[in-house]
């Protein structure tokens, strides 16, 4: 039947999933390290309907990846032959990376737990045909493990595809399947991360919207500031979740031993203040805006500084903040009550992410952390110091308190 043919996204590979959160990672500043990523998409087969969204996948990852540091290989509606041109560019240039990424949209299959990735051009008349018109994922995971570091491979490639269907009939059912299996986490460097649109025996949507869901979230959250690239993906399951109303999970394999930030940002680094965009050219030219980066000097870093500094939420009142008397914060779950007395409560959300109810839920907050009121500067100094830190972390008594406590040191923790 249709629906044992079709196991999207790898049957036969086992559930790793998001587990590897305490193994996230840190990559120092882009310009210290080579970051080469191989980035292809196909819509438009020759002996399937098209796709309507892979191309368009494939570029916006591509020009992302460019604004993240990455050199970009990229092919689009490529043949075979152009297909394993593009790869061998790539991997004259991956060897040694220090971070090498695969993307891939478009559609895929596996035939005996081997993965194949299909060209425009392939026809796949017989199991014979996966030789000389499609492409191994093996052989481009063997390419961009030459002496690199970190390993990134994002699969968008478990649309419903009636090649696999037409393979399976034509070589008797011998496990070829739309999906992809699972793959071997290579070994060495720092490690590896692989993450499949879909899970076992689910199809991945193409999507109706611009990009399809796996890829408009990875879009959304890859080099989000300071994010590890597993808090990254954890993002992306959810967002996915919701877009297709829990039909489609993507899957993730995790073997990282270090921390990966794609984008990191100094949050010691002061706000420049009004020179978020440059003055008006002569005549009202709109070139404004697109030069105003680099007219004021400020940094991709500092924009994304500023952005997340305008995130922060204002108190109800400006008022001085003290230990003991009331706060106004404009949360009604605390409004009225002073720091010393909402220590002595029960928090509001979970003071470690993902912890189990039963854990925190009837706990006092001073009993939790350890609070007193010197503890309690101390921390409160740290994001007076770096403000935009108050947003990084849920606080178990809400980002309004995090701000009542940078207000509160910068007082002098009366």
């Keep these: ?15 790793v999933g998001l ?5 996230l990672l840190t990559v120092t500043a882009a310009s210290a390290e080579r970051r080469v990523a191989l980035v292809l998409g196909n819509s438009q087969y020759q002996h399937a309907a098209p796709l309507a969204n892979p191309v368009r996948d494939a570029q916006a990852m591509a020009e992302r990846l460019k604004k993240l540091d990455f050199e970009v290989f990229s092919g689009f509606d490529l043949t075979k032959l152009q297909t394993q041109a593009t790869i061998e560019q790539f991997a004259k240039q991956v060897r040694g990376a220090d971070i090498a990424l695969f993307f891939y949209a478009g559609h895929g299959l596996q035939v005996s737990g081997k993965n194949y990735l299909l060209p425009v051009d392939a026809a796949l008349e017989d199991e014979t045909s996966l030789d ?3 492409v191994s994922v093996d052989f481009i995971l063997h390419q961009m493990s030459r002496e690199t570091s970190i390993r ?3 699969l968008d490639a478990c649309r419903d595809n009636p090649l696999a269907e037409m393979l399976a009939k034509t070589a008797g059912g011998k496990g070829a399947s739309s999906g992809l299996a699972e793959i071997p986490i290579e070994k060495g460097g720092a490690g590896t991360l692989v993450a499949f649109a879909a899970s076992p025996n689910q199809l991945a949507y193409d999507g109706s919207g611009e990009h399809s869901p796996f890829t408009s979230a990875l879009l959304k959250h890859i080099g989000a500031p300071n994010v590890p690239i597993t808090e990254a993906m954890n993002g992306v399951t959810s967002d996915v979740l919701k877009a297709t109303t829990g039909k489609q999970h993507p899957w993730i394999s995790v073997s990282l031993t270090t921390e990966v ?3 990191k940002v100094d949050l010691n680094t002061p706000l420049i203040v009004g020179e978020a965009s440059a003055p008006q050219a002569e005549g009202g030219s709109d070139a404004r805006n697109t030069g105003a980066a680099s007219a004021s000097g400020q940094s991709d870093d500092q924009l994304a500084l500023d952005v997340l500094r305008q995130k922060i939420p204002r108190l109800a009142s400006d008022a001085p903040i003290f230990f003991d008397h009331p706060i106004d914060f404009g949360d009604p779950a605390i409004d ?3 720091i010393a007395q909402l220590i002595k409560g029960k928090p509001l959300f979970s003071p470690v992410e993902g912890l189990d109810k039963s854990v925190w839920e009837d706990k006092r907050c001073d009993g939790c952390h350890e609070w007193d009121e010197a503890r309690l500067c ?3 100094k740290n994001f007076a110091t770096n403000d935009a830190s108050v947003l990084r972390l849920q ?4 980002t309004r308190f995090k701000v009542a406590l940078a207000k509160w040191a910068q007082g002098g923790c009366k």
Excluded: N, T, W, Y
């Design 261 to 263: 930030v794609l984008h």
């Design 336 to 338: 009225g009550k002073s």
């Design 395 to 398: 606080h178990p008594l809400g």
């Design 19 to 23: 587990a590897a959160l305490a193994l």
């Design 152 to 154: 990134l491979v994002f």
């Design 1 to 15: 039947m249709r629906s044992d043919l079709i196991a999207c996204c790898g049957g036969l590979f086992r559930a």
């Design 132 to 134: 000389f018109e499609a």
């Design 378 to 380: 101390e921390q409160a």
